[in-house]
C-alpha cells in the first residue's frame, strides 16, 4: 500500500518544524556503507546501502570499434535496472521510464563530467577502444536510488581494474585482469538530489517521504561547478526555491565526499 | 514436548513431535505417527494440540475482523477498500450507521482516505465490510504504519496488556487493525513517533515471553536519553 | 574411478563447494534469501500471495507460483547483455517445475506467489543456488510448504563423478569431457527437478543421484539453519 494521505501531511507538517520522522534534519543522510569487490567476474564492483536502500553496481569492459566521430577515444554505456525483487513497485519486463531516467541521469553525470578520460582508453585509432559498461542494480528501494546509483557508480569505477589484451589474437582476457586502472580525472562527479516536500527541502528521502515530494533536482557537480542536471516531478519550482535547492546540494556534497573518500582512493 | 521446548522455532516439513496422542493443530499436519509442521514459525503445544505460530506471511482475513484500509475507488452504492488481501473488499451503503445521499459518497468518505472496518462475510466474489459499530469509520489525524500481521497478536498482547503499556507511555490513542495496519493518534507528532518505534521494536522480535519487560525496559530508556 | 582424482580446486570428489545461506536480505519483500555455493551467488525475494495481474493468467482453481531467474550483466566474465534469454527463460520454468511440488497453494485461487532470482556472481551451478536461495525465501514469506527442497549439480568429469560442478568442471574437454547433472530433491529423496547433458550410462547416473541425496542432506541442513538464525538473531537486537 503507499504512503496514506494522512501520513503525507503529517510528513509535511513536520517538515516545517525541520524534523523528519527518523529523527534526522532535512540536510542529513541515513548511514552509508559501501563495500566494494563484490562481484568477482566483474572489472570493478560496488554494493552501496543507504538505510535500507541497498544498489549493486558493477563495471565491465570489452574491445571493439571506436564511434567513426571519436576515432581515438573510448566509450561509455551505463544501464540502471528496478530489479522487481528490491520493491513490489517493480514489475518484470524491458525497463521503463524510472529506470531509463535513472540510467541516463547517472550516465550524463559521469559523461558530462570528463571524469573518464576517453583519449586514454584508445588501443588503436580508428580501429580498437575500450568501451566501459556500468550496469546498476537495485537490490532494496526504500527511497533515493538516485544518489546510491551514483555513489555505486563511481566507486565501482574507481575499483575497477582493465582486463589483459591480446593484440595478436585481438581479444580481451576476461577474468585476467592488469594492475592498470581506468583513467579518471581528480575531480569526483558526486550527483546529489534534492526533493521538495510542501515548502520545504530535503535529501535523502525514505520511500515514504518520496511519495511524499512533488519534485527533486538531482546535480552532478564537483567543486562548485555543475556537469548535469535534472529536474523531475510534476510540482513547479519559484527561482528562490530553486537557489535553495543548490546550496544545499552544494553543502551536502561537502559531506558526502568526506564520508566516502576512502572508497575513492 | 519438555518444558523447554514448549515454543520451538520450526521449518516447513520438519517433524514437531512424534506420538500417536497428539493433535494437529493450525499450520501442522499429522504425518506417519508425528506431527510435521507446514509453516516457519514457533511451535507450540497445549494439552496435546500442536500449532505453528507463524512470523511471516500475508494476512488471512477473517470474519469479524476490525481492519484498517485505504478507499481506493467509489461506485454508485459503496467504496473499494484496500485492505492488504488479494482479494477485492467492498463497503457498501447499506453498512454505514447513518443516511448517505448516493450522490454524495465522497463527503462520507474520499478516495485515499483510510478508514477503520470490519469484515462482515468473505465469499467467492470478495470480502464484505461494514462501519456499523463504535469505533468504525473515517480516520482523521495521526499516521498509519504497518507491520506484518502476524506480529499483531504480540503488539495486543495478553489481554490487551502490551497495547495497553505503549498507550500509556505515549499517551496516544492507537488502533491496531487485524491486517497489521495500525493508527497512532497523539496530542503531538513526537509521541506519535515514539508509539510507531515502540511498535517497530516489538514487532522485530519474536521470542513470546519477557517481551513486556524488554518494552518497559525500552521506554525507559527512551525518556532517560531525553 | 581414479581414487586421487584432483579437483581444481583441491575438493574431493563428494565435496560441495563452502555453502552461506541467510535470511531477510531484502528488507521489502516478504520473503527473502541469499544462497551460495563459493563463488556462484545467487539472492532470491517472495512476494505473494497477491492479486495476478494480467487478470486473464489468474488461475480459478488454485494459487499460481511464477518464477522469474535472471543474471546480472557483470556475474559472469563476459558481460551479458541486460534482458531475458531463452536460457533464463527456460530455467526460470524449470525453478517453478522444482518448487511447485512442496507448495501448498490451492487455497489462494487467482492469486500467484512471485519467485525472483537473481545471481549476483556465477561460476556454474547457478540455477542450483538460485532453488536453494528460492526455497528458504518461500518459507521465510510463510508460504505453507510441505516441505524445502535442495538442489545441487552432480557432474560426471571425464568418467568421475563429483559433486557441485564449478566451472572449470563445467567446461571441461579431456576424455569424455563433462557431463552436467542438476537435481532437486525433497528431504525424503523425491526428485523435484532434474537435467541432464552430457554422456553417462544408467549405472553411473544411479551412482550420481546415490550422490545427490546425501549432498543435499547438507545443503538441507544450511537452509535450515539460516532460517532458525535469522529468528533468532533478530530476538538478540
Redesign the interface.
Known amino acids: 500500500m503507499e504512503t496514506s494521505k494522512l501520513t503525507e501531511e503529517k510528513i509535511k507538517r513536520y517538515l516545517t518544524e525541520g524534523k523528519r520522522f527518523d529523527g534526522r534534519k532535512p540536510n542529513e543522510f541515513r548511514e552509508i556503507s559501501i563495500e566494494t569487490g563484490v562481484s568477482k567476474n566483474a572489472e570493478g564492483s560496488a554494493r552501496v546501502k543507504i538505510g535500507k536502500t541497498e544498489v549493486i553496481v558493477g563495471v565491465k569492459m570489452d574491445v571493439s570499434e571506436p564511434y567513426p566521430d571519436s576515432p581515438d577515444k573510448g566509450n561509455l554505456m551505463v544501464t540502471a535496472e528496478l530489479l522487481p525483487l528490491s520493491s513490489p513497485k517493480f514489475e518484470n519486463g524491458p525497463p521503463r521510464f524510472p529506470a531509463i531516467e535513472l540510467g541516463r541521469v547517472i550516465d550524463r553525470g559521469i559523461r558530462e563530467s570528463k571524469f573518464i578520460e576517453f583519449e586514454k582508453l584508445c588501443i588503436k585509432k580508428g580501429e580498437k577502444v575500450w568501451t566501459v559498461f556500468i550496469d546498476i542494480y537495485s537490490i532494496n528501494d526504500d527511497g533515493n536510488l538516485f544518489d546510491a546509483a551514483s555513489l555505486g557508480a563511481l566507486v565501482a569505477l574507481k575499483n575497477a581494474r582493465i582486463p589483459k589484451y591480446n593484440e595478436k589474437e585481438e581479444r580481451v582476457l576476461f577474468g585476467e585482469l592488469t594492475e592498470k586502472r581506468i583513467p579518471l580525472s581528480k575531480e569526483i562527479p558526486l550527483s546529489l538530489t534534492v526533493y521538495k516536500i510542501g515548502n520545504n527541502l530535503l535529501v535523502d528521502p525514505t520511500k515514504e517521504e518520496e511519495e511524499t515530494s512533488e519534485s527533486r533536482i538531482t546535480i552532478a557537480s564537483s567543486n562548485g561547478t555543475i556537469f548535469s542536471m535534472q529536474k523531475g516531478g510534476l510540482k513547479e519550482l519559484e527561482i528562490e526555491e530553486f537557489y535553495n535547492m543548490l546550496n544545499l546540494i552544494e553543502k551536502t556534497e561537502r559531506e558526502i565526499l568526506k564520508k566516502i573518500e576512502k572508497y575513492l582512493k | 514436548m519438555t518444558e523447554e521446548n514448549k515454543r520451538k522455532?520450526v521449518?516447513?516439513?520438519?517433524v514437531i513431535v512424534k506420538g500417536e496422542d497428539y493433535l494437529p493443530g493450525e499450520?501442522t499436519q499429522k504425518k506417519g505417527k508425528g506431527i510435521v509442521s507446514?509453516?516457519?514459525?514457533l511451535a507450540e503445544e497445549l494439552n496435546k494440540l500442536i500449532r505453528v505460530i507463524?512470523?511471516?506471511?500475508?494476512y488471512q482475513p477473517r470474519r469479524g475482523n476490525v481492519v484498517i484500509g485505504?478507499v481506493e475507488n467509489i461506485t454508485f452504492n459503496g467504496w473499494v477498500i484496500?485492505i492488504?488481501t488479494?482479494?477485492n473488499a467492498f463497503l457498501p451503503l447499506t453498512e454505514v450507521p447513518k443516511y448517505v445521499n448516493k450522490s454524495n459518497l465522497e463527503e462520507v468518505m474520499d478516495i485515499?482516505?483510510?478508514v477503520i472496518v470490519k469484515i462482515i462475510g468473505i465469499n467467492k466474489r470478495g470480502i464484505d465490510l461494514s462501519i456499523r459499530g463504535r469505533g468504525l469509520g473515517r480516520?482523521?489525524?495521526?499516521?498509519?504504519m504497518?507491520i506484518n500481521s502476524?506480529k499483531v497478536p504480540r503488539i495486543i498482547g495478553k489481554e490487551g496488556s502490551m497495547i495497553s503499556l505503549i498507550k500509556e507511555e505515549t499517551n496516544c490513542r492507537i488502533t491496531v487493525g487485524q491486517n497489521g495496519?495500525i493508527w497512532i493518534g497523539g496530542s503531538n507528532?513526537e509521541d506519535?513517533?515514539l508509539a510507531?518505534e515502540a511498535i517497530s521494536f516489538i514487532s522485530?522480535?519474536?521470542?513470546v515471553s519477557g517481551l513486556t519487560d524488554e518494552v518497559k525496559k525500552w521506554f525507559k530508556q527512551k525518556k532517560n536519553k531525553k | 574411478m581414479a581414487k586421487e582424482f584432483k579437483r581444481t580446486d583441491g575438493r574431493k570428489v563428494d565435496e560441495t563447494r563452502p555453502i552461506k545461506a541467510k535470511v531477510g536480505i531484502v528488507p521489502n519483500a516478504d520473503g527473502s534469501a541469499m544462497f551460495s555455493f563459493g563463488d556462484t551467488i545467487a539472492i532470491a525475494a517472495v512476494y505473494g500471495p497477491k492479486k495476478m495481474h494480467p487478470q486473464h493468467q489468474q488461475d480459478p482453481e488454485k494459487g499460481t507460483l511464477r518464477c522469474d531467474y535472471s543474471m546480472v550483466s557483470f556475474s559472469t566474465p563476459e558481460r551479458i547483455r541486460p534482458g531475458p534469454s531463452r536460457r533464463s527463460t527456460e530455467i526460470s520454468k524449470i525453478t517453478q517445475w522444482a518448487l511447485e511440488p512442496v507448495l501448498i497453494i490451492d487455497q489462494y485461487q487467482t492469486m500467484v506467489v512471485d519467485v525472483f532470482i537473481n545471481i549476483l556472481q556465477a561460476n556454474a551451478s547457478t540455477r542450483c543456488a538460485g532453488i536453494n536461495a528460492a526455497a528458504i525465501a518461500l518459507a521465510h514469506a510463510g508460504i505453507p510448504m510441505k516441505n524445502l527442497v535442495s538442489s545441487v549439480s552432480i557432474g560426471k568429469i571425464d568418467k568421475q563423478l563429483v559433486v557441485d560442478v564449478n566451472k572449470d568442471e563445467e567446461d571441461w574437454e579431456q576424455g569424455e569431457g563433462a557431463t552436467d547433472i542438476p537435481i532437486t530433491l525433497t528431504p525424503e529423496g523425491k526428485i523435484t527437478h532434474i537435467q541432464l547433458d552430457g554422456k553417462i550410462t544408467i549405472k553411473q547416473l544411479k551412482e550420481a543421484i546415490e550422490l545427490a541425496k546425501n549432498a543435499t542432506k547438507q545443503i538441507y541442513e544450511a537452509q535450515k539453519k539460516a532460517l532458525k538464525e535469522f529468528l533468532e538473531e533478530k530476538n538478540k537486537e
Open positions: 522455532i521449518i516447513p516439513g520438519e499450520g507446514f509453516r516457519f514459525g507463524p512470523l511471516s506471511g500475508v485505504k484496500d492488504d488479494p482479494q485515499g482516505d483510510m480516520l482523521e489525524e495521526g499516521i498509519i504497518k502476524n495496519l507528532i506519535e513517533l510507531k522485530e522480535r519474536s521470542f
